[in-house]
């Protein structure tokens, strides 16, 4: 995997002008030696988003567990502030019907290859913190949306294919739960671990916004003037989630985070469908590159 970062001085957050005139842009792979020739003690942060999380269709180990690796020894090396970005779906899943949430303490219980890689790299980090004294924390959050998310995701996926007028596809019932949070509130969350988080510690991320799927399938046909019933099930996929919930409290009690985007039906309608309308080009080029890339039909 490749990934694009930015390298700027100590100042992490300069004005927007100056930020701009003080960024670097370096795009280096992150389970090979070259990224060591871009980071060193200048950097006095890595945020690692950087990850692969298409189920049933990547090879996690090298990107989310090498990748993982060589960042924590290059944070180690140098002494750098660290925040590993993780997902909830560590934790498994509830049944449909259970109103339990994940919180910090829940036991790791995955069910997808994806999954099991996130939470080796969460075990490496904790790792770290404890035998080498590396400054990191970690962040579990819930489904995103929002501009520029790949196509191949949910909303963007089902949101594109009634534009081109395709008939959208459910896994099962329709009936899995996701709990949806907008990624500009994502951000800013981890913009909050960063300042205010304690070392070691890890911190769930979500808005308290679950969902069917069908239920988000149908919001995006209504706003779209699409018939809500248009769209077919097929089997459901191995290892499908059926209900994840997080309890967020922690990131609001003790780093005092509130969320901007509380309101899913007005953020979907007015950032996100209008987004992919205003946008085509650029979805349509994805959908290209992955279709040859590939050779497989979105």
Not at 251 to 275: A, H, M, N, Q, S
Request: aromatic share 12%; with cysteine.
């Amino acid at each position: 995997m490749k990934i694009r970062f930015l390298k700027f001085s100590k100042f992490r957050k300069p004005k927007a002008l100056r930020l701009i005139s003080l960024m670097r842009l370096f795009v280096a792979s992150v389970f090979e030696l070259e990224l060591s020739k871009q980071i060193d003690e200048r950097a006095d942060l890595i945020v690692h988003f950087a990850a692969e999380s298409f189920n049933g269709k990547s090879i996690f180990v090298k990107s989310n567990i090498v990748g993982t690796h060589n960042f924590l020894d290059l944070a180690r090396k140098y002494d750098i502030r660290f925040h590993h970005i993780s997902t909830d779906e560590v934790y498994g899943d509830f049944p449909l019907e259970n109103k339990y949430k994940f919180t910090e303490k829940t036991q790791y219980n995955l069910s997808s290859p994806y999954a099991a890689t996130k939470a080796s790299a969460d075990l490496l980090v904790k790792a770290w913190v404890r035998s080498f004294g590396v400054r990191a924390t970690i962040s579990n959050c819930s489904n995103n949306y929002g501009p520029y998310q790949n196509p191949e995701k949910f909303i963007p996926r089902k949101i594109t294919n009634l534009l081109t007028g395709q008939e959208p596809v459910l896994y099962g019932a329709g009936l899995n739960i996701r709990d949806w949070i907008h990624v500009k509130d994502h951000c800013r969350a981890i913009d909050t671990i960063i300042d205010k988080g304690v070392i070691g510690e890890t911190y769930l991320i979500g808005v308290n916004n679950e969902r069917t799927n069908v239920e988000v399938l149908q919001k995006i046909s209504l706003q779209l003037g699409k018939s809500q019933d248009d769209f077919k099930y097929t089997a459901n996929r191995s290892g499908h989630d059926l209900r994840c919930g997080i309890n967020a409290s922690k990131l609001y009690t003790e780093l005092g985070f509130t969320p901007l985007y509380v309101d899913f039906d007005k953020g979907l309608k007015e950032d996100i469908l209008r987004w992919y309308q205003e946008h085509e080009d650029w979805w349509q080029e994805m959908i290209v590159q992955k279709s040859e890339n590939e050779g497989d039909e979105m």
